[in-house]
């Protein structure tokens, strides 16, 4: 059974850094996109960052570009959302996402549960 796992969210300061991690299984997470999208409450949820499966084409959303990294590690069938200089607009649940297109960050069908980040002194 395919499945996602989302950690690493939490509370953090403006200014502040985060990891997220999503965790794979039941599946080989070496054939698929994979991306990130977020949700903020009484918002859409929108795209956040995407890797393809040779990690040749990364795709980010303006509003996170210069700040996130995304990246991933087949061994350990994990993608990791590097997060840096946190601002309180970042607030919401993250979630993960396979069989994403990395351009124009259109999600796929299969989704984490997502992990929530905060962002609030």
């Known amino acids: 059974q395919l499945q996602l796992v989302e950690s690493g969210g939490g509370l953090v300061q403006p200014g502040g850094s985060l990891r997220l991690s999503c965790a794979a299984s039941?599946?080989?997470?070496?054939?698929?996109?994979i991306g990130w999208f977020r949700q903020a409450p009484g918002k859409e949820r929108e795209f956040v960052a995407a890797?393809?499966?040779?990690?040749?084409?990364?795709h980010y959303a303006d509003a996170v570009k210069g700040r996130f990294t995304i990246s991933r590690d087949n061994a350990k069938a994990t993608v990791y959302l590097q997060m840096n200089n946190l601002k309180p607009e970042d607030t919401a649940t993250y979630y993960c996402?396979?069989?994403?297109?990395?351009?124009?960050?259109?999600?796929?069908?299969?989704w984490g549960q997502g992990t929530q980040v905060t962002v609030s002194s």
């Open positions: 996402n396979t069989g994403i297109i990395v351009v124009p960050g259109s999600p796929g069908p299969n």
């Open positions: 039941g599946f080989t997470l070496d054939y698929y996109a």
């Open positions: 890797i393809s499966r040779s990690v040749m084409n990364i």
